[in-house]
């Protein structure tokens, strides 16, 4: 199963880069087939059939690989509502939707995914992303009802500055491409409830939280409570999830293995009689796949809950055939199953995260825990904690160095105190779900869980504040991740054989990772200069190596608030950052840049500039200045009316000169 899922994800990801077309893969699968049954006629003699059969089921497995990607990407079925465009993007058109899932809300609107249903009066599929402008005086909508409206589909806006995260290939991966914008009272329901697995696990999830509401939970322990137990973090602030991801302990607040492994310990002790009886053991494992399945409908079907429940049940249906298991193959076949029910499960974080998580455990504690010994239970018992923590911080922190860019250096005390009072915050939460869902929630226990809940978030939060304990901004690109697992698989062979080679090529790939430093160090270090997006505002980086000096409207210390110049920081590996004001001319190498701002003025009778960086909404006659100029380039920023915008636009359109919005085009940057 280990060979046949690796060949299964090269066949995924092949297909993103070659679309064949799914009746050519079937037909392709069928050759293949009638070829191995012909060639093991004729040449049964010559071959031994197992071998013929490895090299058939690597190939059709690759091929499965590509049919299961090709059959997933929607835009590709004949009924998906981006084959009825018949017009640009800017036409509105009828649709009928459903709402699938409420996401967390921006700062201008609720988000929520819909299922389109029609378009134009006619019958289509296809998610799409709904923006829904705030009004508290209308109702919210709710998963599950269905809506008319006349929208125009947009385009997902894609990153307008370096190195910040692609919400538009996110939102890809999820299958949609589309966003729609509308305001609430522009929104007509049309059925109150349409029946689906996610509307009914909605109704379940907010009987539970009216419930909750009844007593005396704080907003932030509600949101706690909703993120720990049911997996909705819509309500979760911005400020208490990075309290947790400083503390390492993010993991707990999202639904996965830790949790459902946890739940299903619960879930054998209290089903233990079960045994005594006759089928008692089939019962029991079947009540317990019910159960664990039924937890994550109403956890939402997230990724993490699919794969942990997925993972978990192989392990619940082994032990009730009490078969020995290789954990490798339970982990091959679990990855095996979901990749073939959502092939872009293959580049979720959470997916990578939780299987490296998870390797990595049975792999490296084995090791850890032979370093020592303790004679007493309670300290073995932390010892244990410690060792699966580290190990499954050593498999992690690559990937967490390359997606998140920082490292909580106190994740093991952080763990060593969550860990042991999880399956009791859990076990206790539980309870308090089922009491609350048949409004039958007693007053002492609210108070203990709430009084639990308040002790987690300030341990958290002490944890989170001791600063010098966590390293953020960390640069760490995808070759450096790879050479990472690259070294830490041999130490683990070494560990295990004590081998001359093994030394040899562990010595040989830290020669190669300093090549590969040295390397990206003479060209990352590089000279620019970028003209930033910011909306209504005005941002130049001047890089020289790895020094930024930012120009800017702003005040020093609103710029460096600026998330776009974290995430360009990181990705530069900038070490120093400095501020200055606008300047009217900028001179890079030999390139001269004129700044034209609100006052429009642009006398250059003693030199001609290269570019022109239109900033503030000047009110000039750009035809004039063009054929005064002649700029090579020019460049507005987002400080510009949209208006004046598209106006330059059709002017520059007409001079063939070269126009940058950098609302539309994403930030310039030249390099010297």
């Given amino acids: 199963m280990i060979k046949l899922t690796i060949y299964l994800i090269i066949g995924i990801w092949l297909g993103q880069f070659f679309h064949i077309n799914q009746d050519d893969l079937v037909l392709l699968s069928v050759g293949l087939l009638l070829l191995f049954i012909g060639l093991n006629f004729l040449l049964k003699n010559v071959f031994h059939l197992h071998n013929l059969l490895g090299v058939y089921l690597c190939v059709a497995t690759v091929i499965i690989g590509l049919l299961s990607f090709s059959l997933h990407e929607q835009k590709y079925h004949k009924l998906h509502y981006l084959n009825s465009f018949v017009s640009p993007t800017n036409t509105s058109y009828d649709v009928t939707f459903s709402i699938r899932e409420e996401l967390k809300p921006s700062r201008f609107h609720d988000k929520y995914v819909i299922s389109i249903h029609s378009f134009n009066g006619k019958r289509v599929k296809g998610l799409c992303l709904l923006n829904i402008s705030k009004d508290s005086l209308q109702n919210h909508p709710k998963v599950g009802q269905r809506y008319f409206s006349a929208v125009k589909f947009q385009k997902i806006n894609a990153p307008l500055n370096p190195y910040q995260f692609d919400y538009a290939s996110y939102m890809e991966r ?23 697995v996610f509307s009914y696990a909605a109704q379940l999830r907010e009987r539970i939280q009216t419930h909750l509401k009844k007593h005396q939970f704080s907003s932030e322990e509600l949101a706690i409570i909703n993120a720990l137990l049911l997996g909705q973090r819509q309500e979760l602030s911005q400020e208490e999830y990075e309290r947790y991801a400083q503390a390492g302990a993010i993991h707990i607040l999202a639904i996965s293995g830790l949790h459902v492994g946890l739940i299903l310990l619960i879930l054998q002790y209290i089903l233990k009689p079960l045994e005594f009886i006759t089928y008692g053991n089939t019962l029991k494992v079947a009540i317990i796949l019910i159960l664990i399945w039924s937890y994550s409908i109403i956890a939402g079907l997230s990724a993490s809950v699919v794969r942990a429940v997925t993972m978990f049940s192989l392990f619940a249906i082994a032990m009730q055939m009490k078969r020995p298991t290789n954990v490798y193959n339970t982990l091959a076949i679990s990855a095996f199953l979901l990749l073939l029910f959502n092939p872009n499960y293959l580049y979720d974080v959470g997916f990578q995260l939780s299987y490296v ?30 060792t699966v923590t580290l190990a499954a911080q050593i498999g992690v922190l690559p990937l967490s160095l390359f997606y998140f860019h920082q490292f909580p250096g106190l994740f093991f005390l952080s763990n060593l105190v969550i860990i042991p009072c999880l399956g009791s915050i859990l076990g206790i939460g539980l309870l308090v779900l089922t009491l609350s869902f048949f409004n039958s929630l007693p007053e002492w226990l609210a108070m203990l869980y709430s009084y639990i809940i308040e002790l987690l978030n300030t341990f958290v939060a002490w944890i989170s504040e001791q600063e010098a304990f966590v390293f953020q901004n960390i640069s760490f690109d995808l ?82 608030e600026q998330s776009l110049l974290e995430t360009y920081k990181v990705g530069e590996d900038i070490q120093v950052i400095k501020t200055d004001t606008l300047r009217d001319l900028y001179l890079i190498n030999d390139l001269k840049i004129l700044i034209i701002d609100s006052l429009g003025v642009y006398g250059t009778k003693t030199f001609k500039p290269d570019l022109i960086l239109l900033r503030n909404s000047p009110k000039i006659n750009l035809s004039r200045m063009i054929d005064s100029i002649n700029p090579k380039l020019i460049i507005s920023d987002g400080s510009n009316y949209r208006s004046y915008q598209d106006r330059w636009a059709q002017t520059c359109q007409l001079k063939k000169i070269p126009f940058h919005q950098t609302g539309k085009k994403g930030a310039f940057i030249t390099r010297y």
């Avoid at 999820?174 to 049309?190: E, F, K, P, R």
């Avoid at 270090?525 to 997006?533: L, S, T």
């Fill in 479 to 560: 070759s450096q991740v790879l050479f990472s697992y690259v070294m830490i698989s041999l130490f683990i062979l070494l560990i295990s054989k004590k081998t001359a080679v093994i030394i040899r090529l562990i010595l040989l790939s830290i020669i190669f990772y300093q090549c590969y430093l040295l390397f990206i160090s003479c060209n990352k270090y590089h000279n620019a200069f970028i003209v930033f997006h910011k909306s209504r505002y005005s941002v130049i980086g001047i890089k020289e190596k790895n020094n930024l000096e930012i120009h800017s409207n702003l005040q020093d210390s609103i710029v460096f």
């Fill in 174 to 196: 999820q299958y949609i491409y589309h966003q729609l914008t509308v305001a609430s009272d522009q929104l007509y329901l049309i059925e109150n409830q349409v029946r689906s």
């Fill in 357 to 386: 998580a998870v390797l990595s455990i049975v792999t490296l504690e084995p090791m850890l825990r032979k370093i020592w010994h303790p004679k007493l239970k309670i300290i073995n018992f932390y010892w244990r904690i410690f």
